[in-house]
């Protein structure tokens, strides 16, 4: 099974398989700042009152990501109605002006045209079989003047793991960027907006411990779904690794934004 739709459910009906690949970037991201509070720098959240997130999932970044605007009108949707109530549940914990949330598929957002200042898409557009049309219709829901931030990883992200991921058949390369990397982020966007800015996250992994490993990369397609004996492989090829790097991992990340604005 490949990142479709049809296995959304499998892997957003509850937190345990999202929280298997975060506890991986939580514990072992080498980065001056990171991810969500980086994400929110790259941010213009000045003069922004009414924000949309769109495939919120759990609602971490809003927690994780430093210090908002106090006048946040915050609306989260996902696919996910598990997600959904989640990240509502969490945010309404800061002081957000307003929270809602709504179970909503990207490619139909239920929106009136032009009704927030700003849109966020994180790491969630390779899960959309047509990414072009949710940009579209991120689009169709800003405000003149309105951003929309996309984020996804590059095709090199974590290229030491997945080389290791060989041992199940797998290719050797991050499969949500295999869908929607960099180039796809950047071209999608360009062909909506006209002009696009993109942003590296500078940062690094360095992995300590193996079991980390095998239920990050275990938790979704294709390494989701091996046999007995391929995963019993794949133990031994990371024990391997370990043990080569003396009982490290060190791989490369790669994780950009996109940020595009509607003309005014
Ligand atoms: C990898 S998680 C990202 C969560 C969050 N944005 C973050 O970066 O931490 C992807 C999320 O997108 C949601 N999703 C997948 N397809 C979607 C769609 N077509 N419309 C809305 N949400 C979708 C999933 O349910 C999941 O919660």
Known sequence: MSFSQAD?????????????????HTLYTIAETGWFPWVRQQLPLVDTTSLLDVGCGPGWFWTSCGPLPGNLDLTLVDRSATMVSEAVERCAARSFR?????????????????????????????????PLEAIREMARVLKPGGFLAVTTNGRGNMRELYELTAVLGAAPMDPSAAVFGFAEAEDTMRQVFGEVSIHKHPSRLRVTEPE????????????????????????????????????VIESSHERGLFLARKPL
């Open 8 to 24: 959304n459910a499998r892997q957003y009906g509850n937190v345990s398989k999202i929280a298997a690949r975060a506890r991986l």
């Open 98 to 130: 307003h929270v809602g949330g709504e179970v909503t598929d990207a490619a139909r957002l239920s929106f009136a045209d032009a009704s927030f200042d700003g849109v966020i898409a994180m790491h969630m557009l390779y899960h959309v079989e047509k």
């Open 212 to 247: 980390d490993v095998f239920m990050a990369m275990t938790s979704y397609p294709p390494c989701e779904d091996a046999g007995e004996d391929a995963l019993k492989a794949f133990r031994q090829a990371i024990e391997v690794a370990f043990a080569q790097g003396g009982g």
